[in-house]
């Protein structure tokens, strides 16, 4: 299973150095946060470290008819003249009119990422913002049918893949969900495959995405999609990428902010300010991030936190600093943890990884006893309340997949 780097703002030297660590095997880049020219440098500069890197461009369509504040922060998606070859701000009466409208939005964003150099090209789609019964479904639903035929008349000579973007409560509906999916599984002419992502009503809603209805449904995704032979690429997908591996899917994303790790439109609106957040150290005992100060805590009382992985050196011991890393170094920690998670729990069967899910869930629950034995009272983003979602989350999944009696319920 792949790890990408989920670009977006400040990305300064990141990338680069996670592809030369081998921490990462490529990038998603935010047209939001890079000009084109600045794109085309930096992927020539992922090119030189490594030929075989995944480039990818989420073209951010749905921003422009998601996002409907007149206060939207679309950036360089407005700014930048040679993003206008696509970019369209379109209302719902102009998406629902017929087919021709998606077809020339699809093709102008087809036509302008095979320019770029990318090792794929997604296409343009809408997010669904509350329902699977819904006119935006339908829109959504119409833009994935038309990928596949519009891909194959341009003969581009890469893999396409359609974007699914949903909203977690879209997720929660597992009747209307399966009916979505038995829709676009059966297109005459398919994409390749899917960019999915599962949007947050907030980027610090913790609990959006860490309930147990939502990350079954982004399994199900995952799987459904992959069983019938696509390549499923996650956005945004962070903590969750080794789960949705074990469920099918070819590749993860996250990135260094919080709204780099959890998809939502908040990242389109005007910032509330405030100051930078504490950075923290990603445990893959707990399958949670501590700050570094727990962190500082805990590697003499419990060392157990620690992974024992490369990039443990870059939260250095200090009495002062309180194993505090440069802020540019934390993404790089998450990044080689991840990969790390992925190998241990993401193997092609999909019902021993969901064994080896259930044991890495237990191994944490007994981590947090011993680390709440020795520092009680951690910051509330470092507890264990997401371990209880994962678990029914991979067991509702298991269920619902028809996995459930020799996967997850016995050993």
């Known amino acids: 299973m792949k790890l990408l780097a989920q670009h977006g703002a400040s990305n300064g030297d990141k990338t680069v150095r996670g592809l030369q660590s081998g921490y ?33 461009f989420d073209p951010q369509y749905y921003a422009g008819h998601n996002v409907a504040s007149p206060e939207a922060r679309l950036s360089r998606l407005e700014t930048c003249e040679e993003y206008q070859q696509y970019f369209r701000k379109r209302r719902r009466r102009e998406l629902e009119t017929g087919d021709t409208v998606l077809k020339n939005d699809i093709t102008d964003c087809l036509r302008f990422q095979s320019q770029l150099g990318l090792t794929g090209l997604i296409g343009p ?12 479904a339908g829109i959504a639903k119409n833009f994935i049918r038309l990928t596949g035929p519009t891909a194959s008349k341009l003969k581009l000579g890469k893999p396409v893949y359609a974007t699914l973007a949903i909203s977690r409560e879209a997720l929660l509906d597992k009747n209307e969900l399966m009916n979505f999916l038995a829709d676009i599984t059966l297109l005459d002419t398919p994409p390749q495959g899917f960019y999915v992502m599962v949007a947050s009503r907030n980027t610090d809603a913790r609990s959006d995405i ?36 074990v469920a099918g899917a070819a590749a993860g994303a996250t990135g260094w902010w ?57 939260y250095p011991v200090d009495k002062d600093k309180g194993s505090e890393p440069n802020r540019s170094d934390e993404v790089l920690q998450t990044w080689e943890a991840i990969k790390s998670l992925n190998v241990d729990l993401v193997n092609g069967d999909t019902k021993n990884g969901l064994r080896l899910c259930r044991q890495a869930i237990a191994r944490a629950n007994a981590g947090y006893d011993n680390v709440e034995a020795r520092v009680p009272g951690l910051d509330p983003k470092s507890n264990r309340d997401h371990l209880s979602a994962m678990f029914e989350g991979l067991r509702l999944f298991a269920q619902f997949a028809e996995l459930e009696g020799s996967a997850f319920d016995t050993e």
Request: net charge negative; proline share 4%.
């Open 210 to 245: 860490f309930n147990a209805d939502v990350i079954a449904g982004w399994l199900f995704v995952n799987y459904t999609l992959s069983v019938n032979g696509y390549s499923v690429i996650n956005g945004y997908s962070d903590l969750l990428t080794p789960f949705l591996g």
């Open 125 to 136: 789609n809408i997010l669904i913002s509350r329902s699977f019964d819904s006119i935006e």
């Open 258 to 314: 919080s709204n780099l790790r959890t998809f939502s439109l908040d990242r389109f609106l005007p910032a509330e300010g405030g100051r930078l957040p504490i950075q923290r150290y990603l445990s893959k005992l707990l399958l949670n991030r501590i700050t570094f100060f727990e962190l500082h805590q805990l590697r003499e009382l419990y060392p157990a936190v620690l992974n024992g992985l490369e990039t443990d050196n870059l």
């Open 24 to 56: 990462i095997d490529g990038a998603i880049y935010s047209p939001r946060d890079i000009t084109a020219d600045k794109l085309r440098e930096q992927l020539l500069a992922m090119v030189e470290i490594n030929p075989d890197a995944e480039l990818l």
